[in-house]
């Protein structure tokens, strides 16, 4: 066969049937087989929105997410993406077609050296040295991105498409993954019997593992409160009553509470990113004298952020059901607390229920001069503008059920923490710790095309979403309806609120005269509403997931919010200025 034959039956072999890029003569042999063998190449705007659509492909399916492009500008535009790929531990593959053999080192057209692009980004990086080796270095480039649940790349020079070759096509490999140590095992059981107070953080880990159903299995026989590591609310049924919702930035102040309590922690799937765990709502709730137990696959993060008494190096699944297995017919310390602690996670879960309610604007001084300032307002609409809380509460109660969300990142959209909730694994993605704008709506593009069924919907701020847009294109040209809910508060919010904080109110750069971004969809081919009034804003949702499951269009759905602003990301990240030079004085 041809290079270019074993690549593709590689890709075949691996189950591949889309991939996300912009065509390129790099690759165009191969191209020219993709549709044969059964693979749709869908063309983007921009080959950072591939990327973002090849993750969240993967994290919806569970399997490989594939991006290509063009040698040079085509692939150093993926970098941003990968890297946020690999902060949600995604099986990104980003096959790199390299400038030819013979060429490199001389400075020719789209020539550069494309490895350490990636090298800080990938867990494993195949660079085919020879035509032979094609299939050998493809497959394992599949194999490793699901071993080490993150991307990895394949570089292929560009003259090693030609030529004939013997192959054999290796078949995919996967780990079967097991709990952990008996050791280990067993010294957290003993732990988990002295515990009066645990407290269960389900991670991304038990989302990737499937692993909800044990973890629900292992909270039960505790009675233990279940909280959501940061970014990862998909991780345990909203609607179970030990569901206590979110830690990190926005999150919910039921499970900061609860966990501030605990005298055992179990996180299970979670490496407990440092920015998980930041004090929010002014607690400081991470339990400094709770004994810690973590469970995670990778044994690099045991113990790494946070002390741990007992680390588990096991797959989510297989190691809540060793522990539940260890702890069954056992009398444990907690059994004597069941019925106390479970009245006390009622308590405050309904407590911060009544409060999110109540709290339907900021209440800091700015944001009270920014709600003052809008009521003299008029927007371009005629309406007025929207409190972002109401308007989020508003879309948590319209949402439909078997939802996808993505959201970006910006200062709405991270309030939005303290409102998303779901009843299964695979619903949410966010751009995690890489924090990237211009995420969420390519990657809920990619999660449609691995799940058209399911209802997808991104939150962008306008910040956000001018980095974004333009792949509303590739929705309305390759018929993959989504629903992008746009926040459009004229200001690029999570810095501002800095400069608020920090700068004596001196906004640089932070504001934003936009023009109407349903307008803009709607000469892009989709579908667009405007909203403006806040008993408008469940029903205009409705409409679009309507419009995106029943006649298959693309809707963008433009929210009019006021300028008030949540609490910023860190209060750790600034120190208030200091000036030294006499012409910067004022500046402090």
Known sequence: MTPSEAFVETMVANGVTDMFGIMGSAFMDAMDIFAPAGIRLIPVVHEQGAGHMADGYARVSGRHGLVIGQNGPGISNCVTAIAAAYWAH????IVTPEAGTMGMGLGGFQECNQLP?????????????????????TGRCFDRAMAEMGPTQLNIPRDYFYGEIEAEIPQPSRLDRGPGGAKSLDEAAELLATARFPVII??????????????????ERLGAPVVNSYLHNDSFPASHPLWCGPLGYQGSKAAMKLLAQADVVVALGSRLGPFGTLPQHGLDYWPTNAKVIQIDADHKMLGLVKKIAVGICGDAKASAIALSERLAGRDLACDTTKAERHDTIQSEKAAWERELDEWTHERDPFSLDAIDEAKRETPFSGGEYLHPRQVLRELEKAMPEDVMVSTDIGNINSVANSYLRFEKPRSFFAAMSFGNCGYAFPTIIGAKVAAPHRPAISYAGDGAWGMSLMETMTCVRHNIPVTAVVFHNRQWGAEKKNQVDFYNRRFVAGELDNQSFAEIGRAMGAEGITVDRLEDVGPALKRAVDLQMNEGKTCIVEILCTRELGDPFRRDALKKPVRLLEKYQDYV
């Open 90 to 93: 995604s099986p990104v593959v």
């Open 202 to 219: 389900s991670g991304g880990g038990v989302v990737m593992a499937d692993a909800v159903e044990e973890c629900q299995a292992l909270a």
């Open 117 to 137: 692009m990636f090298q800080e980004f990938t867990k494993y990086q195949g660079h085919v040295t020879h035509p032979a080796r094609m299939a050998e270095y």
